[in-house]
């Protein structure tokens, strides 16, 4: 057992994840071609059954329609998507601490010396958390279970959908001859390509060869780490390991006099979102929803609930959303004390499924106007507001909108089990 697994890593990826939780909040979507992302015109992620009727996702949504006439396309709700994904990671949580939230829809864990506590094998630990994720989100995941993170993931690919594949030290050769270079973790990039100009075209040719080849070919600190963590041999830890990441970043602030100064109130909240902003890239994080609110003279709070379909951590970007909002809060003659932000549906800058967001990215590190934001807007479609008239306070009361804030549909999140949610 001991030179099966020195060490245990799980990697969780759910199938087809946006599509899924759709399906999952929907039952009318599940067995149905459904493909997200209707708010961009362009597909973000496709079910099963989308895929079967030949949809990818790089074709436009017309020649989707034409394909597959009775296609359900929907718009993107990350704050459900991110609400399943809390409850993934909090479930995984329940086997171990050490848990890495590396995207919206995956996670590694490290079970390592788990068995006796838990009275069951690495094998047993991995199938009953995925029994536990499946059954509770109503959504497939594919698992994987191996040594090192990398091939944790080689394995999280290895059948897809719902596949659990257990890769221990004696079966890395076998599963490595049949893995193209490209989808291994790190190399699908130039780097990959690097490696097959080199005449690497499987992963197990590239663990063949040694120290000198790869120092002759000029393949460098990640490309090496990954060499080594295909051999078995664990040298990427997991991440974010114990710490969790927060689920909110809230500011807030009192100012005295109370004003009825529509700049000036503005200008407060501003401070708050830049205050937020610190944080949250901090953190290496940014929003996909973020709500704000007034409180008056009289202590009554309004505030607004906007998502965003980009997760964002610029101010200058989150301000133009809420200037454009700003007047369904802020009304001419009444007196405010104070105001606040909360900054929520938070995911890891780097794991915005980047392959989705590449255009985006683009655009917004060139510039960072507000005419941009304009012209993004326009691009990504309009973004679904929640007001809520009598926020009383941002604890359960936030939470309740936020449960309600699923946009388009404009109804009610239906979530098997939805746990903590804050
Ligand atoms: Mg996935």
Known sequence: MERSYPRAILHFDGDAFFASVEQAKDWR???????????????TSLSYEAKARGIHRSMPMHEIRRICPDVVIVSSDYTSYSLFARRMYAIVREYTDAVEEYSIDECFADITGLEQSLDMSYEEIGKTIKAKLETSLGITFGVGLSVTKTLAKVASKHRKPAGFTTIPVEKIEEYLGQTEIYDIWGLGGASGGHLRKSGVSTALEYIQKDEGWLKDHGIVKPQRATWLELQGHSVLSLGSGVRALPHSVMKTRTFSPPSMDREYVFSQLSKNVEAACVKLRKEGLRAHALSFYLKTQEFTYHGVQIDFPVALSEPSQLLAHIEKRFNEVYATEILYRASGVTLRSLVPSVAVTPDLFGEFKQISEKQETFSTLDALNKKFGRH???????????????????????????????????????
């Open 384 to 422: 679904t507001v929640f007001l809520a008239s009598s926020m009383r306070a941002l604890g359960v009361e936030a939470r309740d909108t936020f449960l309600r804030a699923g946009p388009q549909h404009k109804k009610r999140i239906n979530i098997p089990y939805l746990g903590e949610v804050t």
């Open 29 to 43: 979507l599940r067995g149905k071609p459904v493909v997200t992302g209707g708010e961009r015109g362009a597909a």
